[in-house]
Nanobody
Framework: QVQLVESGGGSVQVGGSLRLSCTASGFPMASHVVGWFRQAPGKEREGISFINSRADDIYYTDDVKGRFTISRDNNKNTAYLQMNSLKPEDTAVYYC???????????????WGVGTQVTVSS
């Protein structure tokens, strides 16, 4: 059974850090692009970062560039999102997804996790 599970979310204060993990089961994550997305209340899901299979093509949106770092460990079938200098506007449910195309457009991703809540309070 193909499955992605996110973990590491929680509640932090402004300026804090969290590290999200995305672990795959039922398929080899190594051959897929991994994307991180988030959805705030009342807003559409937005892509914020992706990493390709060899980790030599990495992208961040301007909102998170310089604060978030995406990485992956194919041996562990796991990808990560290190989030530093968190802001209240980072509050959202965070999702990971895998797909064949290096993009932050959600429609290109086939497999999705159920999400993990990140709440940043001032």
């Amino acid at each position: 059974q193909v499955q992605l599970v996110e973990s590491g979310g929680g509640s932090v204060q402004v300026g804090g850090s969290l590290r999200l993990s995305c672990t795959a089961s039922g398929f080899p994550m190594a051959s897929h692009v991994v994307g991180w997305f988030r959805q705030a209340p009342g807003k559409e899901r937005e892509g914020i970062s992706f990493i390709n299979s060899r980790a030599d093509d990495i992208y961040y949106t301007d909102d998170v560039k310089g604060r978030f770092t995406i990485s992956r460990d194919n041996n562990k079938n796991t990808a990560y999102l290190q989030m530093n200098s968190l802001k209240p506007e980072d509050t959202a449910v965070y999702y990971c997804a895998t797909g064949p195309v290096a993009t932050v457009i959600p429609n290109f991703y086939a497999n999705w996790g159920v999400g993990t809540q990140v709440t940043v309070s001032s």
